[in-house]
């Protein structure tokens, strides 16, 4: 049979050009094997040696069956100094709670938490900013410092937007809870990142939850392939191209209102809003990171990042554990009555002290269902560390802390696998200095919020937009489980242990 000379030389042509490919792939493969076999870990004990093979142990870690979590905290028992996980991104050092405040107090030259973060966000590929300076000091300095100026208009965000976004609910009504908090969430954050008027607008929601979204998923996707291969594959991941696109709009967005408000702030009456885009704009010429009104629009978006995927995912995580406890609901809305009656009504920082069964029931949410396996993030930098021990930590390895494991450590908590409500409630009657045993109090029992200086700096805020919606919720709905049986797994895969967001609850609305 006569094969005709075109198409000979096409089907050579696409021969060569898939082995090339192939050869370009492999090429890269070595190189980077070559290039990043990183330092010598063999004296640190390995999670999964049993195994046999690394590619057993990457394969039990991705798992999405909790393979992870039951191999972490197997490890955690077992080990009384580090251990490592191998991981794609190389080999994770786990530290124990025991020397936790050793690494806290080291110096930045030492052990580095930024780098760290910018492993965990991808960073290399995805360019995302994990953290800001200026970002750490308006959340330190100017939100956290004004919680008790701006409470009652959280309170008033939180309550308007429980009422906008939740149906009418007359009857018993099935919800995806996570898709109705990522909104009342970004309108209640909004309330004070940007005003009252435009936290409402579509654009603003559509940008804030868009862009946590799809930043997430992009570091989710990127983390599960092999280092070499990520560059090329950002190419074909919808996610990465939306993340530029949230950054344009977002510049169109709030570009007007910047310049409008900097006209503004030139006439001797003016009323600045109260806001942290005006607090961005009142510091921005102290920080050699903001050059233009574009990076003022794009501390936004930052803010997004840090606030409301993980505010979102512990609401969802809370509700999910509320409905599991028979009578929980009733009791804490007994508590919010009794708070509110004696505070006639307002919601200050003092009365969101007071409920402290709420607190309790927040905190043992966080305890049993921390966002990641792992927390504590650090790298170390030139020189290594030595811990008090002797244990021997190589330069460029990240560390880490098994705060699932800790969470779950019967040496520090009694019936640690026990969601017990009034856990830490019952710790601040019999404790003298019953502060440590709040939501945001940081300590190596619970350490979702990090320790040290590192810590979250918007923890408080965090902790007053949750309870206010909370608040909103449980005086104005009767929740359910929609499927009768045990709590909502979490979804589980490498470190993370996340609420499910697809599930459904149940509200009714409360008669009055």
Sequence with gaps: MEIPIKKLVSNVGQTESLVGAVVLVATIYLLHSLLFRGHDMSHIPLAGEA????????????????????????????NKSVWRVQTLDGDHVQIPPQFLDDIKGRKDDEVNNLAALDVLVQKKYTKLDSTSEMMNHLVKSDLTTSLNRIN??????AEEAVESEMPACED??????????????????????????????EEYISLSTGYTTDAFTCVFILSALPPWLRHIA?????????????????????????????????????????????WTMNKAHKWAEIRSDDDIS??????????????????????????TIPGLI????????????????????????DMKLLDSVMKESQRMNPLGLTGFPRMTMDKGITLPDGSYVPPHTYMEAPIE???????????ADTFDPYRFYNMRKKDEDSGKHQFVTLG??????????HACPGRFFAANEIKLIMINLIRNFDIEQKEKGPRYANLSSTIVNSADPSRELLFKRVKT
């Design 444 to 453: 190596t029992g619970v350490l979702s919020f990090g320790i040290g200086r």
């Design 51 to 78: 195994l046999g093979s690394r590619s057993k142990r990457l394969a039990e870690y991705s798992s999405r069956t909790g393979k992870a979590k039951s191999m972490f905290r197997e490890e955690y028992r077992k």
């Design 298 to 323: 794009q501390m936004q978006l930052r803010l997004s990042l840090a606030a409301i995927h993980t505010t979102s995912t512990t609401s969802t995580a809370l509700l999910y554990d509320l409905v």
């Design 330 to 353: 009733e009791a804490l809305r007994a508590e919010i009555e009794d708070v509110l009656a004696k505070y006639d009504g307002i919601l200050s920082n003092k009365a969101l002290y």
């Design 172 to 201: 018993w009504t099935a919800l995806n809870v996570n898709d109705i908090l990522v909104r009342i969430i970004a309108i209640v954050s909004g309330y004070i990142f940007i005003g009252p008027e435009l936290c409402r607008d």
């Design 234 to 278: 950002k190419w074909v991941i919808p996610h990465y191209y939306r993340i530029g696109s949230y950054q344009r709009r977002v510049r169109k967005f709030l570009g007007p209102v910047i310049r409008e408000r900097r006209a503004a702030m030139l006439k001797p009456d003016y009323q600045a809003p109260d806001d942290l885009l005006q």
């Design 405 to 415: 494991a800790i969470h779950r450590d019967p040496k520090i908590y009694e019936n």
């Design 152 to 157: 009652p208009r959280l309170g008033t965000a």
